[in-house]
Nanobody, 118 residues
Framework: QVQLVESGGGLVQPGGSLRLSCAASGRIFSDTTMGWYRQPPGKERVLVANIIFGRSTHYAPWVKGRFTIPRDNAKNTLDLEMNSLTPEDTGVYYC????????????WGQGTQVTVSS
């Protein structure tokens, strides 16, 4: 089993920055695929960025260099650093982890709300 707890969401002005954190516990290893997803209001959940097998980092095209996902294997955390935020970045942000053996087995955090508004 894996538990994921997100934190760090809130209200931020356009152009501002925010750092989200995902604390993982349980069956998490350095090569566990982990990532951040977001769900804008009234829309489906989509990938923001992930680290596959602990090695390869991928970002959604619309991130355009504004976000990074630093991972600390010693602390079992995956952060999401977001800069140059726009109202279109508003949504609930979720942390996800994938089992290292059975890739169909996944876990999600409860989500944290990010609102970008003046």
């Amino acid at each position: 089993q894996v538990q994921l707890v997100e934190s760090g969401g809130g209200l931020v002005q356009p152009g501002g920055s925010l750092r989200l954190s995902c604390a993982a516990s349980g069956r998490i290893f350095s090569d566990t695929t982990m990532g951040w997803y977001r769900q804008p209001p009234g829309k489906e959940r989509v990938l923001v960025a992930n680290i596959i097998f602990g090695r390869s980092t991928h970002y959604a095209p619309w991130v355009k260099g504004r976000f990074t996902i630093p991972r600390d294997n010693a602390k079992n955390t995956l952060d999401l650093e977001m800069n140059s935020l726009t109202p279109e970045d508003t949504g609930v942000y979720y942390c996800r982890a994938e089992d290292v053996i059975d890739r169909n087995l996944e876990w999600w955090g409860q989500g944290t709300q990010v609102t970008v508004s003046s």
